[in-house]
């Protein structure tokens, strides 16, 4: 099982690597397929299908609309960040307003719930990633800045993980998940501090035209790191509400996208936040 975990997390972040760096469509495109998949899981996990049915309406109508989003922001993504913004706020009322249809002219096929399940997912994977796209390609900057979405997230498991190991004492969330400890929890964030600083000075500052103080930086870092346990709780709490142990298999190993991409998926928007204030105090984006 560690191998098989092992060689799968080598080649998920190799493919994260090649993917990220070109960017562009293609980056759109598997973020895309990406999302419908995670949808797809939470969706199951939360008891979407009714009667055991394996794909309904109301699923498929949210897939579609996860489609109608990514091509949104792709298109509009050439006139810049300022046209994104109202263009994804549009999708996203119009993605409510399909559930709504949905639920009225399929009445009483699904419950309240369901279609609360359904909105739910839709915000909770599919948007929230999308802020990897914003980040790369919203910025000139993008295929640097958008690492520190990697570095809070991964770079903080793994500094929170060596942490607990060697002196993990008190459990955080004992009935969520016994084995994550406060220690590990302090180590986590002070890691991701620790690497936002070196990254900003060793690449941010260095490559690009952004001076960012690295006070700001170490900040960004901790606050990314503190969102990466919340999302992976969040995401465990899931499971336990459901009583499922993964949400997949499609990654051995590792389970779901949900189980390897819980914590990437609710840091990327506070990340890509960070950076838009930190450039705005900049006045250099």
């Known amino acids: 099982m560690f191998r098989t975990r092992l060689i799968s997390g080598i080649l998920l972040v190799i493919a994260a690597l090649a993917v990220v760096m ?29 009667d055991g049915e394996g794909f309904c309406s109301l699923e498929l109508a949210g897939c579609i609309m996860i489609l109608v ?21 549009i999708v ?43 980040l790369r390609d919203g910025f000139i900057q993008g295929r640097y800045l958008v690492w520190f979405v990697f570095l809070s997230s991964w770079g903080s498991d793994t500094c929170a993980y060596a942490v607990g190991v060697l002196i993990g004492k008190h459990k955080m969330t004992p009935k969520l998940s016994p084995k994550k400890s406060v220690e590990g929890a302090v180590g986590g964030v002070v ?16 490559y690009t035209d952004v001076a960012l103080p690295l006070a700001m930086a170490a900040a960004l870092g901790a606050v990314g790191a503190l969102v990466s346990m919340v999302g992976d709780l969040a995401a465990s709490a899931i499971k336990r ?31 890509f936040i960070g950076i838009v204030l ?6 250099r984006c």
């Not at 300022?82 to 706020?89: G, N, S």
């Not at 890691?191 to 936002?196: D, K, M, Q, R, T």
């Not at 009583?243 to 840091?267: A, C, E, Q, W």
């Not at 930190?278 to 006045?283: A, P, R, T």
């Open 92 to 134: 996203v009322v119009t993605v409510l307003l399909v559930h709504l249809f949905v639920y009225v002219f399929t009445f009483p096929k699904y419950h309240a719930g369901q279609v609360m399940a359904s909105m739910f997912s839709f915000l909770y994977a599919p948007m929230m990633l999308s802020f990897i796209y914003l």
């Open 241 to 271: 509400d459901h009583n499922i142990k993964d949400y997949g298999k499609l990654i051995p190993g590792h389970g779901g996208i949900m189980d390897r991409f819980d914590s990437v998926i609710v840091t990327t928007p506070i990340i």
């Open 191 to 206: 890691g991701a501090a620790l690497l936002f600083m070196l990254y900003t000075h060793l690449v941010i500052n260095t």
């Open 22 to 50: 070109t960017g562009g469509i293609f980056l759109a495109a598997v973020l895309c397929m990406i999302s419908v998949i995670a949808y797809r899981e939470l969706t199951k996990a939360c008891g979407l299908h009714p």
């Open 278 to 283: 930190l450039f705005s105090m900049q006045v």
């Open 69 to 89: 989003y990514y091509a949104t922001l792709v298109v509009t993504m050439r006139r810049g960040l300022t046209v994104v913004y109202p263009a994804a706020m």
